[in-house]
T-cell receptor, first 112, second 116 residues
């Protein structure tokens, strides 16, 4: 069953604006990851944040993690049309099960 | 470096037919995975492998079989296809080098399967 749930399901913004998407999960985790999927393509790993980290940056991406609320957010600053894609969070559960659990994704549309 | 490749890219099957999807990776990764992606459902794990000769069931294994005879290849088989198996199938691989194999997964481009 899905552990991560992204919110919103869809987001439409203009180029230059910031995009924020959220992920909530249910059980304890080792880490949480964000992936991007362009239409018709495979997923691409964006960033990983460990359970003992609260914030992480990578270029225009900023990820936060609140383990007490079991939630994470992905912020894309100064969005570009090329950022149009679906974004998925994936959790690595600390129960020992050796696979990731993916959410249903947020579809981001960035208009020029 | 091709990364993860999948064959075929697209296939149409009739109910009851069988087929095999091939996944190949050239990164010497120990772990390999098969997912299916359906609209509004995200990715669901079908089967995975932690090394050559070993496989394990994921969240939705029914109707599928897998084999990992060589480290670089992971095959997904449908013995008797059903319309419910219409989906996009993704293969992924990951390495033990980062400590936990699930820290970064590398995905193939997907196989679109339509079962009539």
């Amino acid at each position: 069953s899905q552990q991560g749930e992204e919110d919103p399901q869809a987001l439409s913004i203009q180029e230059g604006e910031n995009a924020t998407m959220n992920c909530s999960y249910k059980t304890s985790i080792n880490n949480l990851q964000w992936y991007r999927q362009n239409s018709g393509r495979g997923l691409v790993h964006l960033i990983l944040i460990r359970s003992n980290e609260r914030e992480k940056h990578s270029g225009r991406l900023r990820v936060t993690l609140d383990t007490s609320k079991k939630s994470s957010s992905l912020l894309i600053t100064a969005s570009r049309a090329a950022d149009t894609a679906s974004y998925f969070c994936a959790t690595d559960p600390s129960s020992g099960y050796s696979t990731l659990t993916f959410g249903k994704g947020t579809m981001l549309l960035v208009s020029p | 470096n091709a990364g993860v490749t999948q064959t075929p890219k697209f296939r149409v099957l009739k109910t009851g037919q069988s087929m095999t999807l091939l996944c190949a990776q050239d990164m010497n990764h120990e772990y390999m995975y098969w997912y299916r992606q359906d609209p509004g459902m995200g990715l669901r794990l079908i089967h995975y492998s932690v090394g050559e000769g070993t496989t394990a069931k994921g969240e939705v294994p029914d109707g599928y079989n897998v084999s990992r005879l060589k480290k670089q290849n992971f095959l997904l088989g449908l013995e008797s296809a059903a319309p419910s198996q219409t989906s996009v199938y993704f293969c992924a691989s990951s390495s033990l080098r980062t400590g936990r194999p699930q820290e970064t997964q590398y995905f193939g481009p997907g196989t679109r399967l339509l079962v009539l």
